[in-house]
């Protein structure tokens, strides 16, 4: 068997498509939003029987190879790589994602060694061991997330690596060595006396690190630079561990920090994800949207942190996402400090997440006095600034009606200075979707469809449909669409009822035929007769009237 059909054979597209959004069963058929665009209405189906999905509102799908490929953004033969590793099918020694695949994998190879080689220093370090064994880090936590130790010194790990073979040019590109200002010949290590946490993509693979300075000193934190296998606008710390607890959860919760994430991870909070050394952005949010109903932002509750959740909560609204903010108790700075604590604390503290605006008065107008006019005219504007922000209208209107009851102004008054905004630079770029509208079939694309999704019936109406061409029918892709809209349709169906629309189409195809062919015998006898064939002229009314006794 060749790798694509073992690879098929092995593999659901249910199983492949739940991995990027949310799936619900639909008669035949999975329905979500699409991963592709932003919709409120399901118009992505997945068919486990055809292994195809389709969305009918941006036109994008295909099978397991084309989903991969345009959510993941790699050719068919990465795709074909990423999938054989899924199904554990192993491809000829020949296979080549080719050269730019190769290089990610050589970048990722190098990072993947890296990570070994940082393994191998903690265990020899007592003083970084000690500070993880004071940050309550379990042996089995250090081991799950690969941290490690990065010596001291500008030339312990690159001559390691360049004896595995690896080039300067690679070692540079994936961050893990720098070259020396006046001698571009000359590397030194980028990371040393810091302890490294090792970043994943959201297949899993290692491609950068996070270190954290293990003395006084700065920068604190040291991110590894961009590379082709990381952007660090596009990556969550944790989310290849996190995704199948986010999914099951519903929700995810965001954070700040990675020590934050493996702290909650550790205590059994697994839906916890962070921005990688970065602030959050609209591809992080995406990451997660078609994961969850929901996502919770924790992050520090410092002025820096207050600040970074009311960009995340109207980045969110610009993406209509449901976004809720948790708020620790006094005297904890951040899920970690809470965690260490009492586990509870923290678990509490997302239980009862507050909406946006009960954040904006809890963290933002607490001192506010609002018996002054001037003070509701500030927080209207600003408030009212997040609100120009909301994706959807229905929860635009509620987050107006609230804030007139915290500040005491009417919603007359509110909606008028809303309008009078000039909102110049929104959140996110927001592209006007110009999508077509579900596909109306005709009839005959219809019937195809039906003939491809309900094979059983079919067989039984072999007689009926040769009288429209439809005995045999040739698959492609186009008739792999009209299949999954068919199977969507008469997803509620009985076998009965199904046989009986079928029966149906084919009665208005032959109808159909027939008013064709009688258009074209007038026209043909007209012809005829002004021709002088008087023969032929007769030939054609006879056939016109055996088509009117039918």
Not at 364 to 393: D, G, H, P
Not at 394 to 408: P, Q
Request: proline letters at 3%; a negative charge; hydrophobic letters at 40%.
């Amino acid at each position: 068997m060749d790798p694509v059909a073992e690879i098929k054979s092995r593999l659901s597209i249910v199983d492949v498509v739940s991995q990027y959004t949310q799936l619900k069963k639909a008669g035949r058929n999975f329905k979500a939003c699409c991963p592709f665009h932003n919709e409120k209405t399901p118009s992505f189906i997945v068919s486990p029987d055809r292994q195809f999905a389709w969305c009918y509102g941006c036109q994008t799908g295909g099978d397991i190879f084309k989903i991969v490929e345009l959510l993941e953004g790699v050719d068919f033969k990465e795709a074909l790589k990423i999938l054989a590793d899924k199904a554990g099918v192993e491809l000829p020694t020949n296979f080549s994602g080719g050269a730019k695949k190769e290089q990610r994998d050589k970048l990722v190879e190098i990072n993947e060694a890296a990570a070994d080689y940082f393994i191998a220093e903690l265990a020899k370090s007592k003083e970084a061991q000690k500070y993880l064994a004071g940050r309550n880090l379990k042996a089995e936590t250090i081991e799950e997330w690969k941290i490690g130790f990065a010596p001291n010194g500008y030339a312990n790990l690159f001559p390691k690596l360049l004896e595995k073979g690896f080039s300067k040019k690679d070692l540079v590109e994936a961050s893990i060595a720098g070259v020396k200002e006046f001698a571009s010949d000359e590397l030194f290590d980028k990371f040393h006396n810091r302890i490294t946490f090792p970043i994943r993509d959201h297949r899993g693979s290692i491609v950068g690190f996070t270190a954290r300075i293990l003395s006084d000193g700065e920068p604190k934190y040291l991110n590894s630079s961009e590379s082709p296998v990381f952007q660090k606008g596009a990556i969550l710390f944790g989310f290849s561990q996190a995704r199948e607890a986010i999914r099951e959860k519903k929700f995810a919760v965001i954070v700040e920090g990675q020590l934050d994430v493996i702290s909650c991870h550790q205590a059994g909070f697994r839906n916890v994800v962070a921005s990688s050394g970065t602030a959050l952005t609209s591809y992080h949010l995406t990451a997660v949207k078609n994961l969850v109903e929901s996502v919770v932002f924790c992050f520090d509750a410092d002025k820096a942190g207050i600040e970074s959740t009311r960009r995340a909560l109207e980045l969110a609204a610009a993406m209509d996402i449901n976004a809720k903010v948790v708020i620790l108790p006094d005297g904890f700075k951040d899920p970690d400090e809470a965690i260490q604590k009492d586990p509870q604390i923290f678990a509490d503290a997302v239980a009862s997440a507050v909406t946006p605006l009960e954040f904006f008065f809890m963290r933002v107008y607490a001192e506010a006095n609002f018996s002054e006019a001037a003070t509701k005219k500030k927080v209207a504007r600003e408030l009212l600034s997040y609100a120009a922000q909301i994706a959807s209208a229905v929860e635009r209107e509620d987050f107006i009606h609230r804030l007139s009851l915290k500040i005491g102004v009417s919603e007359a008054a509110l909606a008028e200075e809303l309008a009078g905004l000039k909102i110049t630079s929104p959140v996110i770029a927001k592209e006007e979707e110009k999508l077509a509208a579900p596909e109306k079939f005709r009839i005959r694309d219809l019937l195809t469809g039906m003939v491809l999704a309900f094979s059983e019936i079919s067989e039984t109406l072999s007689s009926e449909l040769s009288q429209v061409g439809l005995a045999e029918i040739t698959v492609t892709e186009n008739e792999e669409k009209l299949a999954l809209l068919a199977s969507d349709k008469y997803a509620d169906f009985s076998d009965a009822k199904i046989r009986e629309e079928m029966l149906a189409l084919i009665s208005q195809l032959n109808f159909k035929s027939t008013k064709d062919r009688k258009q074209e015998l007038k026209l043909a006898m007209q012809q005829a007769e002004e021709a002088g064939d008087e023969e032929k002229a007769a030939q054609l009314y006879e056939e016109y009237q055996q088509l009117l006794n039918q």
